[in-house]
């Protein structure tokens, strides 16, 4: 599966190791709806990089999975490796945007999240158990 050889990888970049990874979720494809259900997971890593160093080695990693470096927005694509928090940071930089914004709106992205750190207060945010219990469970399943 696409979704265990992005995490291997994510845990072979430099000074980054994972330390944990939620269940997987099969979820409706977000954006565009042609397209086959996304399958969604979270994964907590701990590392030395920066937040702009960390996001351009998850960029590489998408291209190396074969996904083009530029590309229509919510098209169909093999990987797709998001920077959702990087500890306190908080950056409206356009190539670096922390928290990610659409994170408090997605149940594919907070479900996960609450699986691995249901206290976690996201900054400027709110905590994600409050966040994911606002959400509705339609259209998103754990996959055994």
């Not at 291997?8 to 939620?22: D, M, N």
């Not at 890593?45 to 160093?53: E, F, K, M, P």
């Not at 590309?71 to 945007?97: C, I, N, Y």
């Amino acid at each position: 599966m696409q979704v265990d050889s992005g995490i291997k990888r994510i845990g072979a970049i430099a000074h980054t190791r994972v330390i944990a990874r939620s269940p997987f979720y099969r979820s409706r494809a977000w954006g565009r709806a042609d397209q086959p259900d996304f399958i969604n997971a979270v994964v907590g890593v701990l590392t030395h990089l920066s937040s702009s160093d960390l996001l351009a080695a998850l960029l590489e990693l998408e291209i190396a999975a074969g996904r083009p470096p530029r590309r229509e927005k919510w098209a169909p694509r093999v990987l797709d490796l998001d920077l959702l928090l990087f500890g306190t940071e908080q950056s409206a930089a356009p190539e670096r945007l922390l928290p990610h914004p659409g994170i408090a709106g997605r149940n594919f992205v907070l479900f996960p999240l609450c699986d691995l750190a249901p206290h976690l207060d996201i900054p400027g945010v709110g905590r994600v158990s409050q966040l994911a219990a606002r959400l509705s469970s339609e259209n998103i399943q754990v996959l055994p």
